[in-house]
């Protein structure tokens, strides 16, 4: 879930218009419907979505694939995912915490735990798990540079027999 794309001015409650429902992201007025999960009026935009665009441009998906209130619902936990054991145990503490607190929610997680940054393991630097590119291998995380030098590396070497 850590691609890249343009992201939607969000993070904004707007105020209803003389009782005209507003998308509870980006404030539209447009094509609404209520979520699935939570039931709040937000763009239904999803059908814009361009498959493996990794774009952020539809209130819907971003919410619905992006935040636990969405990933709740979608592997049917009881209760409210604010107290959910399941979805806190379902992510490294780092990615708990975005999925919580983006800008794709409509209610975020209050009080956070707090965590250690996730470094590259070759060269230490901090690797934002949501915004940026990495690569794993064996519970050990590589910037988007040293998984390139990497490749860059194993394809030079001389094939063993």
Known sequence: MAGTGSK???NRRPEPAA???????CGKTGKLMKTEC??????DDEDEYVIFSYARNSCHRNHRRLTLCGYHHAEEHKGDWRNCKQCREG?????YIWYGTNEYNFVKLENPPAYEPT???MCHRVIKLAEEAFSTQGGNYFCEECT?????????EPRRM
């Open 38 to 43: 939570c039931g709040q009026w937000i763009c």
């Open 91 to 95: 992510f490294e503490t780092e990615m």
């Open 19 to 25: 009782g005209r429902a507003r998308c509870g992201l």
């Open 8 to 10: 939607p001015k969000v």
């Open 119 to 121: 470094r590259c393991s």
């Open 148 to 156: 390139a030098q990497e490749i860059s590396r194993r394809s030079t």
